[in-house]
Antibody, heavy 122, light 107 residues
Framework: QVQLVESGGGVVQPGRSLRLSCAAS????????MYWVRQAPGKGLEWLTIISYDGEKKNYADSVKGRFTISRDNSKNTLYLQISNLRPEDTAVYYC???????????????WGQGTLVIVSS | EIVLTQSPATLSLSPGERATLSCRAS??????LAWYQQKPGQAPRLLIYDASNRANDIPARFSGSGSGTDFTLTISRLEPEDFAVYYC??????????FGQGTRLEI
């Protein structure tokens, strides 16, 4: 079955950097676009970024452009999110998710990981 | 950026009743809308995509309808496990993908 397992969250000071990982299994990871979505405590869902199945195309929400970098290693079935210059407002649960369609993404997210909590605080 | 507005913010119903949740888009998004369910402490779960297609393993009591700017998620007979927060999401004009603010369905 499809599994997505995030890791790398924790408490980090403002201005520091962090790399989140998402280990995928149960499907052909290299065939699907992948996403990061976050959810601040008690708030709604915010799309952050998408990467194409081959890693060639990436898009970012304006709110994180320039500070967040998505990448993937298809040989390791792993998705990454590098976050730099962390701010208190980045405090959230970060989810990775899989596109519903292989190849060109359809931009609906059919499987999600359980999330990893990032707390930005001094 | 397309804004999705969900109503009501909170819906109070009882098991066995019918639930109707609404999502309105600020622009025409054709049928490019999905619905997700999220329970406390859990990740979102895809229910409906392309406005009316049920995702894998989603019970038939969940149905979606609408096109253009007005969309509806209907739960025909509420089960105890259906009480959760529901989000709509559009891909009609991306980037960005956007989500509605959510509707809390409570007992």
């Amino acid at each position: 079955q499809v599994q997505l397992v995030e890791s790398g969250g924790g408490v980090v000071q403002p201005g520091r950097s962090l790399r989140l990982s998402c280990a995928a299994s149960g499907f052909s990871f290299s065939s699907y676009g992948m996403y990061w979505v976050r959810q601040a405590p008690g708030k709604g869902l915010e799309w952050l970024t998408i990467i194409s199945y081959d890693g060639e195309k990436k898009n970012y929400a304006d709110s994180v452009k320039g500070r967040f970098t998505i990448s993937r290693d298809n040989s390791k079935n792993t998705l990454y999110l590098q976050i730099s210059n962390l701010r208190p407002e980045d405090t959230a649960v970060y989810y990775c998710a899989k596109d519903i369609l292989g190849g060109s993404p359809w931009h609906f997210l059919d499987y999600w990981g359980q999330g990893t909590l990032v707390i930005v605080s001094s | 950026e397309i804004v999705l507005t969900q109503s009501p913010a909170t819906l109070s119903l009882s098991p066995g009743e019918r639930a109707t949740l609404s999502c309105r888009a600020s622009q025409n998004i054709l049928n490019y809308l999905a619905w997700y369910q999220q329970k406390p402490g859990q990740a979102p779960r895809l229910l409906i995509y392309d406005a009316s297609n049920r995702a894998n393993d989603i019970p038939a009591r969940f149905s979606g309808s609408g096109s253009g700017t007005d969309f509806t998620l209907t739960i025909s007979r509420l089960e105890p496990e259906d009480f959760a927060v529901y989000y709509c999401q559009q891909r009609g004009n991306w980037p960005p993908i956007t989500f509605g603010q959510g509707t809390r369905l409570e007992i």
